[in-house]
């Protein structure tokens, strides 16, 4: 690619499947190395994005609302009548025909029953025989009507089509302001170099772009390929000439047939377009993205099992959270970028949809940026149009129900309802598992306790690196040993229970407490070597990335894994159990039986070993990626 960042976004008025020109354009310039979007209008009503011959095309659901209400106030002139002359809606003479039909059918039933005297009678049967003859008449009278005012509008409108002046474009075709309306603030977030109209309902609309980006002191080439004029009457075509006319002197460019517009486009941005060589196909046959989360790492610590255990399957990872704790990537995104940046959006899409084989969605979050409220789901009909397998990974507290957990676990840290940080996941995970309910694709999570919390999911086990978390220091060997607690959130973890016994510990000598939170992870994973003990939670009554880490480390490792939990592990798990009622006692017996403890801190790299390099992670994957 010769100039990565050159950007085009090309504007069509219809849905760009069937329009050979233009996608034969993106084509070539696609293959050139220029990022091209193609904004059309979705035919069914439904946004969409796709990548068709290298290029993104974005499908935009337009409402029409001008060119709506222009329809609808001429269909009102259309069919207005002077009162009582006919009726306006064909349903109102037959509701009023059943009405009379009831009427009689109640005057019978009431003289049937003795209750109308002779006169009443007569007099309610008179007043439904007119009011039967009056809605005839009153029809009939509409249909005469209806003969010399059709027939007057269809000579107007007959004599109007022909005349080809006056013909304002805004009133004949307020469609292009619904185009604009449309496609303006998104060309305006995407920042294109060239915004080539292809067609003139979309010239104004390319125009005024410019228009903006130059009072924004940005350039923006803009290109115009007249095209042919839209069929239509002598007014309706007179009226896109009038809109030509306003507009083409406004484009840097008006090409012509035959015109290349590599070279339109170099001469416009003083850029040089070569022709690229498409690159050899990949010995990867399979590439698959995870993200937009990188939780802990864990995303990447997986793409590593995958490619040493899989050479033909390739993975990248996404990451778009905070980066404090500045675990590797291969691909990153801001917040802002990941909220608000179009241009970054598409960009990200147009890689995902051209490259990528199988998503993994993280936390029940979409890929490819976010608007307030939306989840994963959003970028399903996007992938699947695509052919492209995905599946979603649960970390924990994104699903994990506060309701249920506090039915399972006696020490759960969402024992009160009300509390706000329990109400605010409680409602999270409600709305997280009825989405859930609709989706049918494969489901992992990462920790085993989560297998209570989502039906029918599959372990993806954590992944660490054994070799890096080695370490010299010998376990308690100090007089004073050092107990480390850094959880990742103080109020989940059960760190209120944790500080004031080990605080009490450290003043009574017997230990020195190391308290940290939110540091980078290389420095955390030093305190780690570097402690005795490490005391992971003591209320979720599971264990994570933190435990593993302290594991892998050969440290004495101390948390709460309730049984049921522990039930589901492969073989023994090396911490040591600990709860709120007994951690002080926990921490003593360890201190005070140093060779047991030594023990199970050596214990630790095996399991580690065993159940959390990644093989068992690649295993979870493999049905997903279509095997070996």
């Known amino acids: 690619m010769s100039h990565p960042d050159l950007r085009v976004v090309m504007l069509v008025a219809d849905d760009v499947t069937g329009d050979s020109r233009v996608r034969r354009e993106a084509a070539a310039l696609a293959g050139s190395g220029v990022q091209v979007t193609v904004l059309g209008v979705s035919a069914t009503g439904e946004p969409s994005k796709e990548v068709l011959d290298g290029a993104l095309v974005v499908r935009v659901s337009v409402p029409y609302r001008l060119r709506d209400e222009r329809l609808r106030r001429r269909a009102a002139r259309r069919d207005w009548r002077p009162p009582l002359v006919g009726y306006k809606h064909q349903t109102t003479y037959v509701a009023r025909g059943l009405r009379a039909k009831l009427g009689v059918g109640e005057l019978q039933a009431d003289a049937g029953h003795g209750k109308l005297s002779q006169v009443s009678q007569q007099v309610r049967s008179a007043g439904w025989f007119v009011f039967r003859a009056a809605k005839g008449l009153r029809n009939a009278v509409g249909r005469q009507a209806d003969v010399p005012f059709r027939g007057g509008w269809r000579a107007y409108d007959g004599l109007v089509d022909r005349l080809t002046w006056p013909a304002p474009w805004q009133r004949i075709h307020p469609e292009a302001l619904d185009l604009e309306l449309a496609f303006g603030g998104l ?163 147009a890689y995902a949809l051209s490259e990528v084989t199988h998503v993994l969605f993280e936390r029940g979050r979409p890929m490819f940026g976010q608007l307030p409220g939306q989840s994963w789901l959003a970028d399903v009909p996007t992938l699947d149009r695509s052919g492209i397998a995905h599946g979603l990974i649960f970390h924990g507290s994104e699903i994990r129900d506060p309701a249920r957990h506090r039915e399972l676990f006696e020490h759960s840290p969402f024992k009160d309802p009300a509390d706000p940080l329990t109400a605010q996941l409680q409602a999270e995970t409600d709305r997280t598992r009825a989405q859930l309910a609709t989706y049918d694709g494969p489901v992992f999570v990462t920790t085993p306790d989560l297998l209570d919390f989502v039906p029918n999911s599959t372990w993806l086990p954590l992944t660490v690196d054994v070799a890096a978390f080695a370490s010299s220091r010998p376990v308690l060997e100090r007089a004073v040993p050092v107990v480390l607690h850094a959880p990742s959130s103080s109020a989940l973890k059960g760190s209120a229970y944790v500080d004031p016994v080990l605080t009490a510990l450290q003043e009574r000598g017997l230990i020195e407490y190391q308290r940290v939170e939110g540091v980078p992870h290389t420095e955390l994973a030093e305190l780690v070597r570097e402690a005795d003990i490490v005391v992971d939670q003591l209320t979720l009554g599971s264990y994570g990335v933190f435990a593993c880490e302290s594991m892998a480390a050969g440290r004495v490792t101390v948390g709460h894994v309730a049984d049921r939990v522990r039930a589901q592990l492969p073989t023994e798990l090396p911490i040591a159990e600990a709860t709120p009622d007994d951690l002080g006692a926990v921490i003593e017996r360890l201190i005070a039986e140093r060779e047991t403890a030594r023990k199970l801190a050596d214990s630790g790299p095996a399991y580690i070993r065993e159940v959390h390099d990644g093989r068992g992670a690649v295993e979870a994957l493999l049905p997903f990626l279509g095997g070996r």
């Open 187 to 349: 060309i305006d977030r995407l920042e294109p170099d060239v915004v080539h109209a292809q067609g003139v309902q979309v010239l104004g609309v390319a125009t005024r772009a410019a228009g903006r980006a130059k009072l924004s002191k940005r350039s923006l080439q803009a290109v115009y390929d007249g095209r042919e004029a839209p069929a239509g009457t002598p007014r309706a075509v007179q009226a896109w000439v009038k809109h030509e006319r306003q507009y083409r002197d406004r484009v840097d460019r008006v090409v012509g047939p035959g015109e290349e517009l590599r070279t339109v486009y170099a001469e416009l941005t003083g850029r040089p377009i070569a022709v690229v060589e498409r690159p050899e196909p990949s010995a990867q046959s399979r590439r698959l993205l995870i993200g937009p989360a990188n939780i802990a790492g864990q995303a990447w610590m997986w793409s590593q099992a995958v490619e040493r255990s899989l050479p033909g399957i390739a993975v990248e990872t996404l990451a778009t959270s905070d980066t404090k704790y500045a675990f590797p990537s291969h691909r990153r995104g801001t917040y802002e970028q990941y909220r608000s940046d179009l241009r970054w959006q598409f960009e990200l899409t």
